[in-house]
């Protein structure tokens, strides 16, 4: 069965595809079509009209407006990849000195928020910080077992481990 192409739509200034409202075509670049679009947060982009359908918003940074209002633990941790790259790259564990591998929650967030697990997480990526594995695993273990969240009394941070 023969792929069908959808119609071509002709796009003008001023149409918006989700957050990005297309401002100026810029004709042929490297002989692609490219459009200059702004994100409703402020960001500018150049796209193809192809990506439009796909593309819906700029993506970048953790206060865009298309974000959900509390993002997963894994959500965060993917975004905070993306912002700020491989924690190994970032130094060593803070903890220990050893080489870092992952990007690990410095606690100091009075909003964060709890994984199902009862681990606090932040949406804030200023307050993660590099750490081997070894330390980032301990960490999150002891800011699991405390009786309740010190800074927001939440009992779903403090899960207690059984022995």
Known sequence: MPHERRPYVRKAPGDRFGALVLIENLGKINGNGYWLARCDC???????????????SCGKGVHHPR??????????HTRLAEERGKASDAGPCVTCGRPAQEWSYDGTDPDHLHHEKGYPYSTDPSRY?????????????????RPACGTCNSST???TRSK
């Open 157 to 159: 941070g403090g899960r």
């Open 129 to 145: 910080v590099p750490r081997c594995i070894s330390c980032h695993r301990k960490r999150d273990r002891r800011d699991n077992i």
């Open 42 to 56: 402020g960001n500018h982009l150049r796209i193809q009209p192809g990506q439009l359908a796909k593309v819906r």
């Open 67 to 76: 974000y959900s209002e509390a993002p997963s633990y894994q959500r965060v």
